[in-house]
């Protein structure tokens, strides 16, 4: 190996170290299984909007695609996991998860060709034409879905034949969990590879990135594919736990609520995502038992805002809550991981 | 069969009058609004206040329209939009969302979910009968009314002074700017324009596109299909687009009506990856 090449392998390695605060995290994630047992149902939805946050952050925050039609993927997959379920034709419901998400995954694939193209508008008109493709034709094979009364009749059988989607909904979430943290190891490990480095690069500057000897086409058809795929996992887990898809899954409303998810929370790290699905529903519920009929408002007024206060603020302040929580674990004696000394990643 | 491409053309010329002002600020400041439909539903909501509450004659409600509108836009834009300009496309796709759920709850909110009516007045109801094409009096008059502002829309552009210094403008921002042309002057007036047009076209359209609170969300995607299959250099392009828009909707939503919006949605897309700039684009655009 090189002297560069050694380089990069030592500061990717120093990054992808676990800290004191990634590890809290997930043990409070993991807690709340056991500290709110009344609300499985508001946090199984996080869960879920947290990994579809997620997938969209690998291509917005790390690839710099915007997408306004992310929930085509949601939905696709929704749909199969449910039709999968409805039909008996895979019963697992994990193997029907996987499914479900290479389906998402292979639409990505295809997709990503259209999206390559153009500017900026363009992907925005391909991206939400193609979600808006997709509710159409559910519409249209109503006799299949169910049309404008959503998929019913689904029943899904119990995971491993073991663990049963019991009514109050604890299996469910611990279920969703379970996939959101397995997603999460892969995608962690793939924004710390050199692979993910080469997605900042050329995030930054594709021309650059391509004289540097970047695929940047490949790249990006590589990375739109797995965050279709993640998409998808996320949307046929909501089918999966509320056993129904409606055509709402590929609303607009869906993919618009999704980039201020992913706003609030930060883009370009992977927690953004996570957190902001937090924060996003927490808020959402607050609002909506103020306000039933008119939470939208406050939604767009959130977007509004911040857009106006500027973004890169309002991430420069919850990076120095990172930082001070980061300080505050190494404080602590945790095993801490040295960062300041290593070249930043953008 | 006349008839439908008699609604159709009709149907694309209101569109066009909807979209025109969100194809030159978007060629202009190369600023992605989503929230152009909401101007076009505060013109047609103007309407219905005027019209239906406080008695004003439907002739000058529409004009009526145009003004408010037009005053809103000048207003948002001086206040909120002018700090959204410099930045990315993804802010400014987020800030425009946002104001298009405002806007959906507010009227929401003050108005109520249901959808309005414009009253309009008698002597525009019924149908003319020419060659045995029925012909509506009042979709004719759309024709006319849309037909009289895209020739004065052309007019302007290419005749006026000040359409000289749009188009300098849309050509090049900075040289523009350098041989002391005030490019935010025109682009405030561009879009306090084409907010009223879109104003004017809610105004004329609540008959036939209905008038209800998520009207923004509904025609953001039409409105959007204008702009970029007509591309953003030029006044005839968006329109052709309208047209073809405005006639396929009509004709899928007659012949397929599960499948009209998917058929769109599809030559969309085609469209698109055919000819990213737009099918009546000149090749060379930013």
New interface residues.
């Given amino acids: 190996m090189t002297e560069a090449g050694k380089d990069v392998a030592t500061y990717l390695a120093r990054r992808a170290r676990w800290s004191p605060f990634e590890i809290a995290f997930w043990v409070l994630a993991f807690a709340t299984i056991w500290l709110f047992p009344g609300k499985y149902l508001i946090l199984t939805e996080t869960a879920i909007l947290g990994l579809f946050a997620l997938s969209l952050d690998l291509i917005l925050g790390y690839a710099g695609i915007i997408s306004l039609g992310h929930a085509a993927f949601f939905g696709l997959a929704g749909y199969t996991a449910g039709l999968l379920a409805k039909y008996e034709l895979i019963n697992e419901p994990v193997l029907a998860l996987l499914v479900s998400g290479l389906a998402a995954a292979a639409l990505g694939f295809v997709t990503s060709f259209l999206v390559l193209r153009g500017s900026d508008l363009t992907r925005l008109m391909v991206t939400l034409g193609v979600a808006l493709m997709l509710g159409e034709l559910a519409n249209r094979f109503s006799n299949f879905t169910g049309g404008a009364d959503g998929l019913q009749g689904v029943s899904i059988a119990p995971i491993f034949g073991v663990f049963r989607f019991d009514m109050f909904g604890h299996n469910g979430y611990v279920y969703c969990l379970v996939i959101l943290f397995i997603c999460f190891l892969i995608a962690r490990r793939m924004v710390y590879s050199p692979f993910g480095l080469s997605l900042r690069s050329l995030k930054g500057n594709p021309l650059r990135a391509s004289a540097i000897g970047i695929p940047v086409n490949r790249r990006l058809i590589a990375i739109y594919t797995v965050s279709g795929g993640f998409a998808g996992i996320a949307g046929a887990l909501l089918t999966q736990t509320t056993a129904f898809c409606s055509l709402d899954v590929f609303s607009f409303e869906r993919s618009a609520d999704l980039l201020l998810v992913l706003i609030i929370g930060g883009t370009g790290y992977l927690y953004g995502g996570l957190i902001g699905a937090v924060i996003y529903k927490f808020l959402q519920d607050w609002i909506a038992s103020l306000t039933p009929q008119y939470w939208q408002f406050w939604i767009g007024f959130a977007l509004v805002v911040i857009v106006l206060i500027g973004r890169e603020r309002v991430e420069g302040w919850s990076a120095a809550a990172r930082a001070s929580i980061y300080r505050l674990g190494k404080g602590l004696g945790a095993r801490s991981a040295p960062d300041g000394a290593a070249p930043k990643g953008h | 069969m006349l008839t439908i491409l008699f609604d159709g053309i009709a149907y694309g010329m209101l569109l066009f009058v909807l979209a025109a002002g969100l194809s030159i600020t978007?060629g202009l400041m190369n600023f992605?609004n989503l929230a152009h439909g909401a101007f076009a539903m505060a013109g047609g909501y103007c309407t219905v206040i005027l019209v239906n509450r406080l008695g004003v004659p439907f002739a000058l409600g529409l004009p009526l329209a145009f003004v408010v509108t037009a005053a809103i836009g000048a207003v948002f834009e001086r206040a909120?939009y002018v700090?959204?300009y410099a930045?990315s496309?993804?802010?400014q796709?987020?800030?425009t969302?946002?104001?298009?759920?405002?806007?959906?709850?507010?009227v929401?909110?003050v108005m109520g979910s249901s959808q309005q009516f414009v009253t309009i007045p008698q002597a525009l109801q019924g149908q003319f009968n020419v060659f045995g094409i029925g012909m509506s009096k009042y979709r004719l008059l759309i024709i006319l009314i849309c037909g009289l502002l895209t020739v004065g829309l052309q007019l302007a552009i290419s005749k006026t002074r000040f359409g000289s210094r749009l188009r300098a403008a849309v050509d090049d921002r900075r040289v523009a700017r350098g041989l002391g042309i005030n490019v935010g002057a025109v682009f405030a007036m561009t879009f306090a324009f084409g907010s009223g047009l879109a104003g004017l076209g809610g105004a004329l359209g609540a008959e036939i596109l209905g008038l209800d609170p998520t009207f923004p969300?509904k025609y953001?995607?039409y409105f959007?299909?204008v702009v970029?299959v007509g591309g953003t250099s030029s006044i005839i392009g968006p329109f052709l687009a309208s047209i073809l828009l405005g006639i396929a909707d009509v004709a899928g939503k007659y012949y397929a009506p599960?499948?009209g919006?998917?058929v769109i949605?599809?030559i969309?897309?085609v469209v698109?990856?055919w000819r990213?700039q737009g099918l009546f684009a000149r090749s060379a655009s930013r």
């Fill in positions: 978007l992605i909120l700090h959204v930045r496309h993804l802010d796709v987020l800030f969302i946002g104001l298009v759920f405002m806007s959906v709850a507010a929401d909110y969300l953001m995607i959007l299909i970029a599960k499948l919006a998917f949605y599809t969309m897309i698109l990856i990213p």
